[in-house]
T-cell receptor, first 115, second 110 residues
Framework: GAVVSQHPSRVICKSGTSVKIECRSL??????MFWYRQFPKQSLMLMAT?????????EQGVEKDKFLINHASLTLSTLTVTSAHPEDSSFYIC???????????FGSGTRLTVV | DAKTTQPPSMDCAEGRAANLPCNHS???????VYWYRQIHSQGPQYIIH???NNETNEMASLIITEDRKSSTLILPHATLRDTAVYYC???????????FGTGTRLQVFP
């Protein structure tokens, strides 16, 4: 089945630094990937749609300069949280699908803690 | 995409069937119903999806009413490992996005 790998699974960083999270489709190509954020006891919130070879599309209220997305190949999308602050501490999850109307596969998530 | 409504929580005894309802009364003709679940601190897991016919796979069954305004996910023999938050999502044919609602927290007890 389709597998999406996300790395790192946990990261702790100092306030003001940047953190990069990788999302890879291991056995399929994905022209589109999605990034979500989830706070404790809340549902997943879609942040942005990552498009291979073009700019990401951000959901309303998500700062594109703070959450930089790069989708340079058909199997890799990265999310960089720039100048991280404690309020950015959250669970970040990516997803992708090998085809239209097939179930989306999600990564295992990245727990970001900003201290 | 149509909005979905799910009960916030449900309990189910181990070995019994778990029936999770979802209301999507504003669903349109080309929108699919997807079910995912999320076990604590993991990424969501795909369960099943359907358009208008009932669907079954190795994990669950999906029953969609004839008017498509509601559906039920059935886990035929719930186990403790089925304890999770279950999300019902309506997704349009022309969109790639999956928008999550609040889901149902299913607790399976011994």
């Amino acid at each position: 089945g389709a597998v999406v790998s996300q790395h790192p699974s946990r990261v702790i960083c100092k306030s003001g630094t940047s953190v990069k999270i990788e999302c890879r489709s291991l056995d399929f190509q994905a022209t589109t990937m999605f990034w979500y954020r989830q706070f404790p006891k809340q549902s997943l919130m879609l942040m942005a749609t990552s498009n291979e070879g073009s700019k990401a599309t951000y959901e309303q209220g998500v700062e594109k300069d703070k959450f930089l997305i790069n989708h340079a190949s058909l199997t890799l999308s990265t999310l960089t949280v720039t100048s991280a602050h404690p309020e950015d501490s959250s669970f970040y999850i990516c997803s992708a699908t090998p085809g239209q109307l097939v179930g989306y596969t999600f990564g295992s998530g990245t727990r970001l803690t900003v201290v | 995409d149509a909005k979905t409504t799910q009960p916030p929580s449900m309990d189910c005894a181990e070995g019994r069937a778990a029936n999770l309802p979802c209301n999507h009364s504003t669903i349109s003709g080309n929108e699919y119903v997807y079910w995912y679940r999320q076990i604590h601190s993991q990424g969501p897991q795909y369960i099943i999806h359907g358009l208008k016919n009932n669907e079954t796979n190795e994990m669950a069954s999906l029953i969609i009413t004839e008017d498509r305004k509601s559906s039920t996910l059935i886990l035929p023999h719930a186990t403790l490992r089925d304890t999770a938050v279950y999300y019902c999502i309506v997704r349009g044919y022309n969109t790639d996005k999956l928008i999550f609602g609040t889901g149902t927290r299913l607790q399976v007890f011994p």
